[in-house]
C-alpha cells in the first residue's frame, strides 16, 4: 500500500506530495519549498518515519512546483525526473523567479525524462506516468491503479482545471487530457492536486462546471 502524505508550501500554496510504502522507500513530487522552515518540514517528516528518499519528481515545471529540486536534489542526492516537453519550462523559472520576489530560487536541471506508459518504482510499489498536456506541454500525473489515486498537478482540481492562459498552455488540449486520461481511470479515483483539497473522478465528472461530462 502507498502511503500520500502532503505539505502546503509556499505563496502559491502549492501541494508537494511524498509517497512512501511500508519498504520505507519514498518518491518526493513537486516540492515546493522555498523558505527554509519549509525545507525543514519536509526534512522533519521524511527522517521521523525513517524514510529512504529514491526519486524526485515533477508533474510540471511552473515556479511554485520547483523551488525544491535543487535542496531534494543536494540533500537526498536522488535524480529528478520530468517530461521532456516540460525542460524549457523549467529552465525559464530563473528568468521570472526575481520578478516574483523569488530572489534565493535555485535552478535544478532534470537527469531522466518520464514518457507515457513508464512505471516510476519505489519500494515494492509502482506509479504509472499519463502524459496530460494543457496545464503546461510537458505536464504529466502519476496513476496508483491499486491503490486507486493519481497525482493529477494542476490539471484538474476540485470544482475546477489548470489554467491555460500561460506559455504552453491550451483549453482544448486540457478538456482532451481530463476527458481521455485523468476520467477513464474510475470514479473512485481520489485526484491528488497541485493546490487545494483532493477529490474524486466521480464527483468531478458529474459536477466541475469547465469538464463534467453530461
Known amino acids: 500500500m502507498i502511503h500520500v502524505k502532503s505539505f502546503v508550501f509556499n505563496p502559491f500554496m502549492e501541494n508537494t506530495y511524498i509517497l512512501h510504502d511500508d519498504t520505507k522507500e519514498a518518491v518526493i513530487i513537486d516540492p ?3 523558505e527554509r522552515y519549509e525545507q525543514e518540514e519536509l ?3 521524511i527522517a521521523s518515519n525513517d524514510l529512504k528518499v529514491v526519486k524526485l519528481l515533477n508533474t510540471h515545471c511552473h ?3 520547483v523551488f525544491g529540486n535543487q535542496f531534494v536534489k543536494d540533500h537526498y ?3 529528478l525526473y520530468i517530461h521532456q ?3 524549457a519550462t523549467l529552465r525559464a523559472v530563473k528568468a521570472y523567479a526575481p520578478a516574483y520576489g523569488f530572489t534565493n530560487y535555485h535552478e535544478a536541471y532534470p537527469d531522466q525524462f518520464l514518457n507515457e506508459g513508464d512505471e516510476v518504482r519505489f519500494g515494492s510499489s509502482s506509479i504509472e506516468v499519463l502524459f496530460v498536456p494543457g496545464h503546461a506541454p510537458g505536464h504529466i500525473a502519476f496513476y496508483s491503479k491499486e491503490d486507486k489515486f493519481c497525482i493529477g498537478g494542476d490539471v484538474l482540481f476540485q470544482g475546477s ?3 491555460t492562459d500561460l506559455p504552453g498552455g491550451d483549453f482544448e488540449t486540457l478538456i482532451n487530457s481530463i476527458h481521455k486520461k485523468i476520467f477513464p481511470l474510475g470514479d473512485d479515483v481520489t485526484v491528488y492536486s497541485g493546490h487545494g483539497p483532493a477529490t474524486n473522478i466521480g464527483y468531478e465528472k458529474k459536477s466541475n462546471p469547465f469538464c463534467a461530462v453530461a
Open 77 to 79: 542526492k536522488v535524480e
Open 161 to 163: 482545471i489548470g489554467r
Open 43 to 45: 526534512k522533519e517528516f
Open 32 to 34: 515546493g519549498c522555498y
Open 63 to 65: 515556479i511554485d512546483h
Open 85 to 87: 516537453e516540460d525542460e
